[in-house]
Structures are given as structure tokens and as C-alpha cells.
């Protein structure tokens, strides 16, 4: 909790300081479209392309997104998710997965985070969490990423944004989401999906890199 309190308060401050220099015209960094993400992502091979309703996509702000379902060769879907924001000055802020799937009628049963170790040999420190509706679950993994930073913290995403704002004057950042349906009830499920789930996650981070700012 005082944690929390800390981080509130730095939030806070940077907002005042972050006003006072908000006047200045923003820097919109060049990039290639989301929807220049490839067909095929390491193993895995993009199937469909679920809509999202404008009125979705009205609440969420985002500026460019892509919603895909990517299968691997034994069938085993992944639904992804990015939503990118130009500019976070203006109202439209990135909305968390934990605020937003409730409303679809999913509610968290398991939350945490956990390291993902790419193939350079680094990590990302990602959010997990494990979503039920009725007797259905999901493996949900997602992150913020701005500037070439992973951010799983909610909190520290938007210091970040502020501290962004005052040394590059840009407040662009995205939202990564990576969902897996859990089959069957078999006690070892999660854990599966969940391998599951960060198989795709190392194949596709390292193809953010052009679509996502630096």
C-alpha cells in the first residue's frame, strides 16, 4: 500500500510539471503500420481477424491496433492484441485488460507477473493473469511498451509517460495482449497454455521493434 501511496504522489507531481509543459507541440515519431505485422510469426500462422466494433474502438482512443488469431501447426490459437497511441496528452490513455475484459463478462481468478527470456538472451518482466466466465478460462499475457521499454506495471507506465512527455516531448506508447483459451480441466491446463502463450510472446516481440517507436 505505501508503495502504491509513493507512486501516486510521484505520479502527481510529474502531472503538475508535465502541465506546465504540455503547451509544446508533440513529437509524432514515423513508424510503419500495425498492420504491417507478418502473416506468419515464428511457427505460428495468422487465420483470423476478428472485428472490433467502432464503438470499442471509440472508448479504447487508440490511434492504429491490430486483433488477430494466430494458430501454431498443432491448432493451438493465440488472440493478439496491440493497440498503439500516437498521443496520450489529449484524454485517450491506454485502458488495462484488468479494467476493460471484466466488462466482457470475464473476471480475473489468478493475477502476477512473470520473466519472459527472449532469444538475445534478455528478459521482459510481463503481466499473467488467468481470466474464468462460466466454466471457460483464458491465459492472458500483456504489457505497455514505449521507447523500446517493457513496462508491466500500470503505475510506472504512466510516470514513464509523463517522464517521457519532459525529456522527448512524446507521450506515445502501446498496449500488447496475448490470449490463449485453456482446453479442458486438467489440473497441468494453465500451465500449458500459459507455455503456450509465451511461445508466441518471444516470436513476436522481437517484430515490435519497427511497429512500435523507439
Not at 79 to 88: F, I, P, T
Not at 130 to 146: A, E, F, M, T
Amino acid at each position: 500500500m505505501k508503495i502504491r501511496i509513493l507512486l501516486l504522489c510521484l505520479i502527481l507531481l510529474a502531472t503538475s510539471v508535465y502541465i506546465a509543459h504540455a503547451s509544446k507541440p508533440e513529437v509524432v515519431p514515423t513508424r510503419e503500420p500495425l498492420s504491417q505485422l507478418p502473416m506468419k510469426i515464428g511457427d505460428w500462422d495468422l487465420r483470423e481477424t476478428p472485428e472490433i466494433s467502432s464503438k470499442t474502438l471509440a472508448v479504447a482512443g487508440v490511434d492504429d491496433y491490430v486483433n488477430r488469431v494466430y494458430y501454431n501447426p498443432d491448432l493451438f490459437p493465440a488472440g493478439l492484441y496491440v493497440g498503439y497511441y500516437r498521443s496520450q496528452r489529449s484524454g485517450d490513455t491506454i485502458h488495462s485488460p484488468l479494467n476493460c475484459l471484466p466488462g466482457a463478462g470475464w473476471n480475473p481468478a489468478k493475477s502476477g507477473r512473470i520473466s519472459v527470456t527472449l532469444s538475445d538472451g534478455s528478459a521482459i518482466e510481463i503481466n499473467r493473469i488467468i481470466i474464468v466466465k462460466g466454466i471457460d478460462r483464458q491465459v492472458v499475457l500483456y504489457w505497455y511498451q514505449s521507447h523500446g521499454r517493457v513496462i508491466a506495471s500500470e503505475y510506472w507506465g504512466k510516470i514513464y509517460t509523463v517522464l517521457d512527455a519532459l525529456r522527448t516531448n512524446r507521450t506515445d506508447a502501446a498496449l500488447v495482449r496475448v490470449i490463449c483459451r485453456v482446453g479442458g480441466t486438467d489440473p497441468d491446463a494453465d500451465a500449458f497454455t500459459e507455455r503456450r502463450a509465451v511461445e508466441f510472446v518471444k516470436a513476436l516481440y522481437p517484430l515490435l521493434a519497427r511497429l512500435l517507436p523507439v
